[in-house]
């Protein structure tokens, strides 16, 4: 009983994205050898977050409330284009950004059966047209995905009039926004050039 209870949770632990057996085995003796107090706290951590945190409804970071904190309060003239709502917090690293988010939930991916109406690109042009968008910074990943993302969403943009622009290569090419530094994403959105 003891062994299989220890499994579960190692298990647990497993399912997390990045953790393998063995770090998976050290976070679960870690738990166990903890005092109770603390294991309390983790899973209260854990259910308090689940239950209180949602997504923003302009746009679609993790917030505890109706409009995140950005969305109330920044320059809705520019919007940062990215991936998922994690990388809402590495562009936040970069201190000398004041403009607003919108997440895309993802890219386009036909080799995953992911195509422009399986994200929020639609949202993103009503946003564009509702708030009169006058700069488009495509975050997305710097890999084919994120390119391909970033030039089909430059392509219905263009129209509209709204400069479209894309981080420059200060990220490197196939790797995640989410590890990047502060220092290479600053000098990214600094960089950053118009989308032909």
Request: net charge neutral; with cysteine.
């Amino acid at each position: 009983m003891q062994e299989e209870l220890i499994e579960r949770l190692i298990e647990q632990f497993r399912s997390l994205p990045g953790v393998g057996y063995k770090n998976a085995q050290r976070y679960a003796y870690s738990i166990i050898e903890g005092s109770t107090e603390r294991a309390k706290n983790f899973a209260d951590a854990i259910l308090q977050a689940k239950s209180k945190i949602g997504f923003c409804k302009v746009c679609g970071n993790f917030t505890d409330k109706d409009i995140c904190p950005i969305c109330a309060k920044r320059n809705r003239k520019v919007v940062c284009v990215v991936k998922e709502p994690r990388d809402v917090l590495a562009m936040e690293k970069v201190k000398n950004y004041d403009g607003v988010y919108h997440v895309l939930f993802g890219t386009i991916s036909p080799l995953n059966g992911r195509g422009p109406d399986d994200i929020k690109i639609r949202e993103l042009l009503q946003r564009v047209q509702s708030d009169k968008v006058e700069e488009v910074i495509m975050a997305t990943n710097p890999d084919v995905e994120g390119d391909a993302t970033a030039m089909y969403i430059a392509k219905l943009l263009r129209p509209l009039g709204v400069k479209v622009t894309r981080l420059a290569q200060g990220v490197a090419m196939g790797s995640d926004l989410e590890y990047a530094d502060e220092v290479t994403l600053s000098r990214a959105l600094e960089a950053r050039r118009e989308i032909d």
